[in-house]
DNA sequence: ATCAAAACATACTAATTAGTATGTTCTAGC
DNA sequence: GCTAGAACATACTAATTAGTATGTTTTGAT
């Protein structure tokens, strides 16, 4: 990576995390320039607007991560329902990058800028629509497989999932204790086993 | 009521709104007396700082109405599970406090603040508590009753119940579109009966 | 080695922010 | 009607904000 290049990273790297503990809207450009001891003038080179920055970190920090941890598990040839299950409780128990106090940055971001930046929503939009539709397709495969009821609507089943994972992300900001995980963890998992 | 504290509930009620809608820290001082019509020295002669009146938001406004739309209607003589599912299903559908892009107020102050700010943390934390304990305590009756089966759960339910409907509100706020909604209410539905 | 463009550095600006200082007016009890 | 405190009004401040103007340095191709 040349120097310029990891230049644009490391901001991108270190202002997603600002932001996904303060939020985007409180995170201010001179918090990140004075973290990653980056200037102004080299942060406006590789951003035009605050706002350039922030859709960068969605689509190059945000978008590749998630792809990783919440789509690519869900193409392995285990159940998908156990893949549902243990991605969830992965994320939610394992994953070294979020903390229950902080919640889920695409949620986060999605709670706060998604009525009032087209731009951000869209590019949000994208990422849990393809979550969304990697669950649908790995149930439909279970449900032609044999494994699942027939009955099973994959579509509203996605749906339930992932509002499920995003709404328990927000409780545990409130409940700061992984209590709540573990609890939740339980009741996802007689969810699914009902549905076979 | 009083002219003054008519003065300080319109000052609440109008800045809910704006909250609800832009967010409580980019929802400015300024923009709320210039849309209450009330002068900066009136409203510093009712709350001490933002943060007193984002308290009393909370606390006066937020909490009352959840009281009223959330709690009381479990208290009713139905089935519990039929009593949830339409509670949900008029809050999403009927609500006219509330609008797909804006969210759940709750849920937004809970992914603004609660990192940040104790006091927000735990007024919001009470009104939740609430509403989850008193699903609970409305499942465990339905289990004694014999109208549920015996291995349900009524602290996993609740938390399940309560996760969902704050992740299809923050979906909602991506999708600007009620057929989620709709789908979500389907599969909340067929969640449910499998409980009975 | 030269040179143009890429990459970065510094010092500024104009707007907005929460909060304050210092008033004036209204209202209720006597 | 008088008066004290409640209720409100106006003009300010200091800090912070995103963004800009105007530079200097670094880099890579020739």
Request: proline share 3%.
């Amino acid at each position: 990576m040349s120097k310029a290049s990891n230049t644009r990273h490391t901001i991108l790297e270190k202002a997603f995390d600002l932001i996904y503990k303060k939020g985007y809207q409180t995170t201010s450009i001179d918090e990140i320039i004075a973290t990653t001891k980056v200037t102004k003038g080299a942060f406006y080179y590789h951003f035009k607007t605050k706002d350039d920055m922030g859709l960068a970190i969605i689509n190059e920090i945000v978008k590749p991560t998630m792809h990783e941890e919440f789509i690519l598990p869900l193409e392995s040839t285990n159940d998908p329902l156990d893949n549902i299950y243990n991605i969830t409780e992965s994320l939610l128990l394992k994953n070294e990058y979020l903390t229950i106090e902080f919640g889920c940055p695409a949620g986060n971001l999605t709670q706060e800028m998604a009525p009032w930046n087209v731009e951000f929503s869209n590019a949000l939009n994208e990422i849990i629509l393809e979550w969304q539709s990697s669950i649908e397709e790995s149930l439909q495969l279970a449900i032609e497989k044999g494994s699942i009821q027939t009955t099973v609507n994959p579509k509203q089943v996605a749906l339930f999932v992932i509002a499920g994972y995003w709404g328990i992300r927000n409780y545990g900001k409130l409940a700061k204790n992984i209590d709540c995980y573990h609890t939740y963890l339980e009741e996802l998992k007689r969810y699914l086993n009902q549905l076979k």
